[in-house]
């Protein structure tokens, strides 16, 4: 059977999707007319028919392929196995790029024509869009007659072109079935698809070794990592594995910062490499051990909370309260005071700004989606990034993530308990954030708990009323309704219905049962809530408390008066030794200026075993010092700022001490109180400051 590429490519999109596709969106994936797939849609429904499956179509909702799951899979195997003998221009082009990525020396014109059955003047015309393509990189292409074609540049280029070529192509679910259960299968099935050229670039045996790698040392992170950018770092691994088989690896780059071997990173990275050298019998560097370094820097999936302390967590604090600001202000919506928002930014950007620094690609398989509901929002982001980030090319992937902590902080309604919801997302959080606020919003009796797909399999999915995902479970034989995202209206009465039918196929004291916890579960949870309310009772006594401002006259330098701040807090009993704390400020100092821009404050702060209980203090200057700002330039510092934490902290104590640090730079108004204030107007604001956070996640 002989079908068209445009055919295909319709077949596909249809077929992996279990609800109604529009027209509209087949027309921009191919980057054709409406019309024309009308026109391709006839010789589709002659193909369905010869597999006994016929072509639904729906004005105003889509259309949906009908028939036996076993004939769907008969005609998905036919298409994903089959050799095909025609191609999309895009599908050449990430073919004849791959070749060119595979290939160690020159590759001729001829070759390339012949494999793609096309002429040699199709092939010189994609080479010309791929040079487009592969610029931003610093690559480029030597063609010369007689010699054929070759790919130059950094061969950490090259790699972020593979990389980013195999996440552009390859759904992330497919991908994670594909490194977890179906090697075997697929690898003895003669496949000829772009995506099987581009997996053709790694050894698909040594993904599941790097997979079990991983796996291993992921457990020593102390957070865990995004599904999006955990498929990302095996495919770098898989394909660094490769390339050094090859004789070919990344030297020792003066761009990767000196404080990097000292990352907790860095020393799981070292734990990779061991796990390589030993499986694949090769020699790893140090440049390939910072490069994988960047990646777990760049791969974080941060807890809501986020920890104050971390490196560049503050200079990331007041980065987002910035895009906070300019949001805000463009909307007419006052969005400083969103704790949730807030945190939720942090978690984002800091790894964000890893890889926006190392030019890492990331995914986001609902950005078209993002872009086309939250038109105006994106574009409000889209310029406020631009300030934020003067230094940086901020790719739409990252701005759709941002868009979606906004839209979920827009959204955000009243929570209310009477059912359990289990959401599964394989995005990260911005997409199970959102999904969640959307649910919250149009089911407010839903409580939903977010997961990724990779946690799914360490769930009891019988203590949930539903199951929501945006991915297929495809070995979970359960009920679960399959929505995006965004979460349309007719997916919302999906699962209303569902919800509907869960109630009729339960009996009613066993619904009862479940809605209404017995005596011992509320008892246990009543114990775990005033246990989380006495620890933030407890943190916010010590923080306020403490709290006070000292004058220091006659000191000239910031470690002089970083000595007697600490003395004073020995004196109080907040701290063990003066002389260790200040060594962890300065070396804190060390990793990037403590100076608060254009202000006459400075944010020194650590976490330390010598330290007792968390605390907050200011001390304003006599004579007024120079120190670094967060942003590279120098401010003349008048007031310090110190924030002390010990290494073993808890949440609620953490979460005050960010919310102080948030508060900072807020608008002009708190940056006069901070540089200006006295003890008892600062003191009122702190106490406000942390009785917004318990009236908002403790007083229920």
């Known amino acids: 059977m002989y079908i068209t590429a445009r055919e295909r490519k319709i077949l596909e999109v249809i077929l992996l999707n279990e609800e109604e596709t529009t027209v509209s ?16 849609l006839k010789g589709v429904e002659e193909i369905l028919k010869s597999y006994d499956l016929s072509l639904s179509r729906q004005s105003g909702v889509g259309i949906l392929v009908k028939g036996s799951s076993e004939n769907k899979e008969k005609l998905k195997l036919f298409l994903f196995s089959a050799s095909h003998n025609e191609y999309t221009p895009d599908e050449r082009q990430t073919i004849i790029l791959s070749s060119l990525l595979e290939s160690l020396e020159p590759v001729k014109l001829v070759v390339l024509a012949n494999d793609l059955n096309v002429t040699i003047a199709t092939v010189s015309n994609d080479l010309n869009k791929i040079e487009e393509k592969i610029e931003p990189y610093g690559l480029s292409l030597i063609r010369k007659r007689g010699y054929g074609v070759e790919l130059s540049g950094l061969e950490t280029a090259k790699r972020k072109v593979m990389s980013s070529l195999i996440l552009d192509h390859l759904d992330e679910f497919e991908f994670i079935s594909f490194i977890r259960e179906n090697i075997q299968k697929r690898s003895a099935m003669e496949m ?13 045996k040594k993904l599941v070794i790097i997979e079990s790698i991983i796996d291993d ?156 509901d939250y038109r105006e929002l994106f574009s409000i982001i889209n310029d406020g990034v631009e300030l934020v980030f003067p230094d940086f090319i901020v790719p739409k992937e990252e701005i759709g993530f941002l868009v979606m902590h906004f839209a979920s902080a827009l959204l955000r309604g009243e929570e209310n308990k009477e059912m359990n919801g289990l959401v599964v997302c394989s995005s990260g959080i911005g997409t ?33 009323s539903i199951i ?112 260790s704390v200040v060594n962890h400020l300065k070396g804190r100092e060390a990793l990037g200026g403590l100076g608060i821009p254009e202000t006459t404050l400075s944010l020194y702060h650590t976490r330390s075993n010598e330290v007792i209980n968390p605390s907050f203090s200011m001390y304003e200057l006599e004579h007024p010092v120079k120190v670094s700002a967060m942003d590279g330039t120098e401010i003349l510092n008048k007031r310090i700022l110190l924030m002390l934490s010990p290494e073993e902290v808890t949440e609620e104590a953490l979460e005050i001490l960010s919310q102080i640090s948030a508060s900072l730079i807020r608008n002009h108004d708190t940056i006069y109180l901070f540089e200006n204030g006295e003890r008892e107007a600062l003191f009122d604001f702190l106490c406000n400051e942390v009785r917004d956070i318990y009236e908002t996640k403790y007083n229920h």
């Open 25 to 40: 969106s087949i027309a921009k994936i191919l980057n054709v007319s409406s019309r024309t797939v009308h026109r391709d």
């Open 192 to 204: 000829d698809t772009a995506t099987d050229r581009l997996l053709g670039l790694v050894d698909k």
């Open 468 to 579: 929501i995902s945006t991915v297929p479970l495809k070995d979970y034989q359960g009920q679960y309704v399959l929505v995006s995202p965004i979460l349309s209206q007719t997916e919302i009465e999906r699962i209303k219905q569902s919800i509907r039918v869960e109630q009729l196929n339960q009996p009613k004291q066993l619904n009862d049962l479940r809605n209404s916890p017995s005596k011992s579960e509320a008892g246990k949870e009543f114990f775990g809530r005033i246990q989380k309310n006495h620890q933030f009772t407890s943190a916010a006594i010590d923080i306020l408390s403490g709290y006070f401002i000292k004058k220091l006259g006659g000191y000239h330098s910031i470690e002089s008066a970083l000595l007697t701040a600490c003395k004073t807090l020995l004196d109080q009993g907040v701290i063990h030794d003066p002389v």
């Open 432 to 464: 199970s954030k959102i999904l969640a606020t959307k649910i919250q919003k149009e089911l407010p009796w839903l409580k939903t708990k977010n997961i990724s797909l990779f946690d799914f399999e360490q769930v009891n999915p019988e203590e949930y």
């Open 217 to 372: 040392v992921k457990k020593e992170l102390p957070y865990p990592i995004a599904d999006s950018a955990y498929i990302g770092l095996v495919v770098h691994l898989a394909l660094a594995t490769e390339r050094i088989q090859q004789g070919v690896e990344i030297p020792l780059d003066d761009r990767f910062p000196d404080q990097l071997s000292a990352t907790k990173e860095y020393k799981i990275a070292e734990k990779i490499v061991s796990g390589l050298e030993k499986a694949f019998q090769i020699s790893v560097s140090q440049g390939e051990a910072s490069y994988i370094t960047m990646h777990l820097l760049g791969a974080k999936l941060r807890n809501e909370q986020g920890d104050i302390f971390e490196e560049t967590a503050v200079q990331v604090g007041f980065t987002a309260q910035k895009l906070i600001q300019y949001v805000g202000n463009r909307i007419g919506n006052n969005l400083e005071n969103n704790i949730d928002l807030y945190q939720g930014l942090i978690a984002h950007l800091r790894p964000a700004i890893y890889r926006m620094k190392q030019q890492m690609k990331i995914s986001n398989p609902l950005l078209e989606r993002i872009m086309e």
